[in-house]
């Protein structure tokens, strides 16, 4: 199993930015991502989670209306993309997956919004 993240990401503030996911190694729409990101010197903070078959959402109530999830399933890839960025998102983004109670992270990507 492996989920493999898109790159660093450096935005301006009031910018979006889009972070992508790719998944193997599994049957990709049999379990959901979730995206879970860690700004520094904070814990790691749940931003909700996709289910790729069906591309139904549930998304933490704090970002509500600032993120969109989605898949892709042609390409077995989870994108987040996050809008009106500001300085208290930077921070690494991870998608992961559970699969029969092992847990699989991407490697993280970094965004940096500054001006």
């Known amino acids: 199993v492996q989920l493999v993240q898109s790159g660093a990401e450096l935005r301006n503030p009031g910018a979006s930015v889009k972070v992508s996911c790719k998944a193997s190694?599994?049957?990709?729409?049999?379990?959901?991502i979730n995206w879970v990101r860690q700004a520094p010197g904070q814990g790691l903070e749940w931003m909700g989670r996709?289910?790729?078959?069906?591309?139904?959402?549930k998304y933490a109530q704090k970002f509500q209306g600032r993120v969109t999830f989605t898949a892709d399933t042609s390409t077995s890839t989870a994108y987040v993309e996050l809008s009106s960025l500001r300085s208290e998102d930077t921070a690494v983004y991870y998608c992961a997956t559970n699969l029969v109670g092992v847990s699989y992270w991407g490697q993280g990507a970094q965004v940096t919004v500054s001006s």
């Open positions: 996709i289910d790729p078959e069906d591309g139904g959402t």
């Open positions: 190694g599994y049957t990709f729409t049999s379990y959901y």
